[in-house]
């Protein structure tokens, strides 16, 4: 498929690489996420203003032990609220990086793209008053989602700065969002994951769009060749990009413009840019990356 940078066709990659970032990016998600809990995975029982003045500490340590909690190290009358913030945030950013996955899908199936699309079960309507229409919206529903535990952060924040030793301010947001946004969060990826698992993805689309741009996506690959044969770089831009500018303006051929000109095949055999469109070259150390991510056995 073609890598898309700014939204415009940039090189080839593989639709493989894309969702190898994701499990990237979901394994760093697991990583925090354990952080977060272990975090919050505590028990005090310091007195009324964490001074254990009328209870020994060994009674907090024996509750906690009983309860399968850490006994905080130091505490007030309340557990430090920086260990909760730290928790929703970390909740928030799982539920962005879904989005950023559901944003993914979402424009891989705009009409003009199609590159994948949710499954569309027989006798689904997408649209009652277009038959034809096909619509993710259970991606759009993650990226809903996604806003709302992102908005959970601004009061898990707030709640961190109490009044001296405790006030109760937290009390009323943290009834709402604790155990609204591990709802949230659990019900997102449950989503997300019946979403992925029954994904449309059409290959033959992915090549058709690769040809849109003409060649135009092998440009660097022309300038590095021009670069080896002995221009400088700004030469060798500054031959090759009025081709590229053609080729767009024009609907011409990038591949055919290149071979046409003379001072570009003074120093490149037609093996030479038969070697520069190749698309192979860009993907040869793919596996490699999949090696580094251990998906490779």
């Not at 190898?20 to 394994?27: K, N, P, R, S, V």
């Not at 309340?78 to 899908?105: G, K, M, N, Q």
């Not at 690769?210 to 135009?216: E, S, Y």
């Not at 070697?275 to 860009?282: G, L, T």
């Amino acid at each position: 498929m073609i890598g898309r940078t700014h939204g415009v066709h940039a090189e080839p990659t593989t639709f493989g690489l894309v969702l190898a970032t994701w499990y990237a990016e979901l394994q760093r998600d697991i990583e925090r996420f354990e952080h977060a809990a272990r975090g919050v995975e505590a028990g005090k029982i310091s007195g009324a203003v964490g001074t254990f003045a009328n209870v020994p500490t060994s009674i907090e340590a024996y509750v906690c032990e009983k309860l399968g909690l850490r006994a905080q190290n130091i505490s007030t009358q309340v557990l430090p609220r920086d260990l909760h913030a730290e928790y929703i945030s970390t909740i928030a950013l799982i539920a962005t990086s879904i989005e950023r996955f559901a944003l993914e899908i979402r424009h891989l199936q705009r009409t003009e793209v199609h590159e994948v699309e949710e499954h569309f079960a027989a006798g689904q309507k997408g649209s009652s008053a277009m038959p034809h229409k096909r619509n993710p919206i259970g991606s759009e529903n993650l990226s809903g989602i996604a806003r709302v535990l992102r908005g959970y952060q601004t009061p898990a924040l707030e709640d961190v700065g109490l009044w001296h030793e405790r006030d109760i301010s937290h009390s009323s947001a943290e009834r709402i969002i604790l155990p609204d946004a591990t709802t949230l969060l659990d019900y997102q990826l449950a989503r997300f994951n019946r979403i992925l698992t029954n994904l449309d993805v059409f290959p033959e689309r992915m090549l058709q769009n690769m040809n849109l741009t003409h060649g135009l996506i092998f440009s660097q690959r022309v300038l590095l060749k021009l670069v080896e044969k002995g221009f400088s770089r700004e030469e060798a831009y500054d031959l090759v990009q009025p081709k590229t500018a053609e080729a767009w303006d024009h609907g011409a051929d990038f591949k055919t413009l290149l071979a046409n000109d003379p001072k570009v095949m003074a120093k490149l055999t037609p093996a030479d840019l038969d070697d520069a469109f190749d698309y192979h070259w860009h993907l040869k150390r793919v596996n490699e990356i999949f090696e580094r991510l251990g998906l490779v056995e």
